[in-house]
C-alpha cells in the first residue's frame, strides 16, 4: 500500500548527568580502553533521581514543538515506546496527554525494547494510510540506568537513558516511508530480558533481582547474522541499490556490532549515524539520537533517503527506508 504518511519533525532529549568511562572504572573491574575497544562507548547520560520515563518524554516533545513550531494540541493519537515506563500502569502516553493537555487523542505504550522506535513508525504510517488517524506523536523513552545490574561489569558499561518524539502526519504527496521489514525470534528471548510476575521462560529458572540480564554473545551473533539479510530485503522491496541510500542509522547497541553488520552488508561506515559514543545503548531511543546528531553536525538534510533498523529483546527486528522531509524550522 502507498505510504500516506511524513515524518515532520523531530525532538529529543537527554539528562545532564554523564556517566564516563573513567567513572565506570571505580565501579567495576574495567577500564577506559577495554570499554572503547569493545563497544565504542566512552560515555552515557543517566537520569537523575527524580527522572523517569515521562520526565524526559515531555522534554523531547518540548524540545520538538519550539524546533518546528508545532501545535499538538491536535494530535490524535500518542504511541511511546518504553521497557522502563514510571507505572506499570497508567501509562507514559497517557502521561503525556495529560501534561500537554491534548484534548481528543488515543494514547498506549508499546513494548518492542530496542526496536520499539522503529515499530512506532510503523504503526503510525499505517494508522495514517489507513485513514484512521491524521497526527500521531511517535515518542522513545528510557531510563535504562534505574534497571542496570552495577555489579555486572559486562552489561553496566553498555546503558544510557534519554527520550525522543517525531510527529508523523498524512501527506499523500510526499510520503516518507518506502519500504518496511520487520520479524521476530521469539526463541531468543532469554539471551535479553528483565523479569516481572514470572520467573521461568520456557521452563527454565530466570535471575529475579528485576535488573536487565543479557548473554550479550548471543544477541550479538543474532544480530549480525539477521541484519543484513533484513537490509537486503528493504533494498529489494524498494527496488534501490545500496549507494542511492544517505544514511545507515541502525540502533546504536555496539559499535563493533555495527562495524561487522556494514561489513556483511557491504555499507560503508562513513555513511552510518549512530549515538553510541557519547550516549551508550539508549535502546529504542538510539534512532532517533542518531538521527538529531546527524542535523546538529549538518550532515543529514531533507531528501536524503535512510535505512533505519531496529533490533533487540524479544527478540525483535524492524527497518524502514524513509525519505527524510521535514519541515522547515522557523525562519531557515
Known amino acids: 500500500?502507498?505510504?500516506?504518511?511524513?515524518?515532520?519533525?523531530?525532538?529529543?532529549?537527554?539528562?545532564?548527568?554523564?556517566?564516563?568511562?573513567?567513572d565506570l572504572e571505580k565501579m567495576v573491574d574495567t577500564n577506559d580502553e577495554w570499554i572503547v575497544q569493545r563497544t565504542g562507548m566512552r560515555e552515557r547520560r543517566i537520569a537523575g533521581?527524580?527522572?523517569?520515563?515521562s520526565t524526559l518524554a515531555f522534554k523531547a516533545i518540548k524540545n520538538l514543538a519550539e524546533?518546528?513550531?508545532?501545535?499538538?494540541?491536535?494530535?490524535?493519537?500518542?504511541?511511546?515506546?518504553?521497557?522502563?515506563?514510571?507505572?506499570?500502569?497508567?501509562?507514559?502516553?497517557?502521561?503525556?496527554?495529560?501534561?500537554?493537555?491534548?484534548?481528543?487523542t488515543g494514547a498506549m505504550d508499546l513494548n518492542a525494547t530496542c526496536a520499539g522506535f522503529t515499530y512506532g513508525l510503523h504503526l503510525a504510517n499505517g494508522l495514517i494510510t489507513s485513514g484512521l488517524h491524521r497526527k500521531i506523536l511517535v515518542v522513545t523513552t528510557e531510563t535504562l540506568s534505574k534497571v542496570t545490574d552495577y555489579t555486572d561489569r559486562t552489561t553496566c558499561i553498555l546503558f544510557g537513558d534519554g527520550a525522543a518524539a517525531v510527529l508523523v502526519e498524512k501527506d499523500e504527496k510526499f510520503p516518507s516511508f518506502i519500504a518496511t521489514h520487520m520479524g521476530t525470534n521469539g526463541g531468543g528471548g532469554m539471551h535479553v530480558y528483565r523479569t516481572n510476575l514470572s520467573t521461568t521462560m520456557f521452563g527454565n529458572p530466570l535471575s529475579t533481582r528485576e535488573k536487565m540480564v543479557q548473554n550479550g554473545r548471543e544477541?550479538?551473533?543474532?544480530?549480525?547474522?539477521?541484519?543484513?539479510?533484513?537490509?537486503?530485503?528493504?533494498?529489494?522491496q524498494a527496488e534501490l541499490p545500496m549507494d542511492e541510500i544517505?544514511?545507515?542509522?541502525?540502533?546504536?547497541?555496539?559499535?563493533?556490532?555495527?562495524?561487522?553488520?556494514c561489513e556483511k552488508s557491504g555499507f560503508p561506515l562513513d555513511k552510518t549515524l549512530t549515538s553510541v559514543e557519547y550516549m551508550g545503548n539508549t535502546s529504542s531511543v538510539s534512532i532517533p539520537l542518531a538521527l538529531q546528531i546527524g542535523i546538529n553536525e549538518g550532515k543529514l538534510k531533507n531528501g536524503d533517503t535512510l535505512l533505519l533498523y531496529g533490533f533487540g529483546g524479544g527478540l525483535t527486528h524492524a527497518g524502514h527506508i524513509v525519505k527524510w522531509n521535514l519541515t522547515k524550522k522557523y525562519g531557515q
Request: hydrophobic fraction near 40%.
Open 1 to 22: 500500500m502507498q505510504s500516506k504518511a511524513r515524518i515532520t519533525a523531530i525532538g529529543t532529549y537527554i539528562p545532564e548527568n554523564k556517566l564516563t568511562n573513567d
Open 49 to 53: 533521581d527524580n527522572e523517569y520515563a
Open 67 to 104: 524546533q518546528y513550531h508545532k501545535n499538538i494540541a491536535d494530535v490524535d493519537c500518542i504511541l511511546v515506546s518504553t521497557t522502563t515506563p514510571d507505572y506499570a500502569f497508567p501509562s507514559v502516553a497517557c502521561q503525556i496527554q495529560e501534561h500537554f493537555n491534548i484534548p481528543h
Open 219 to 236: 544477541v550479538y551473533k543474532w544480530a549480525s547474522r539477521t541484519l543484513p539479510v533484513g537490509i537486503k530485503e528493504l533494498l529489494r
Open 246 to 261: 544517505s544514511w545507515f542509522v541502525p540502533h546504536s547497541a555496539n559499535l563493533r556490532m555495527i562495524e561487522l553488520i
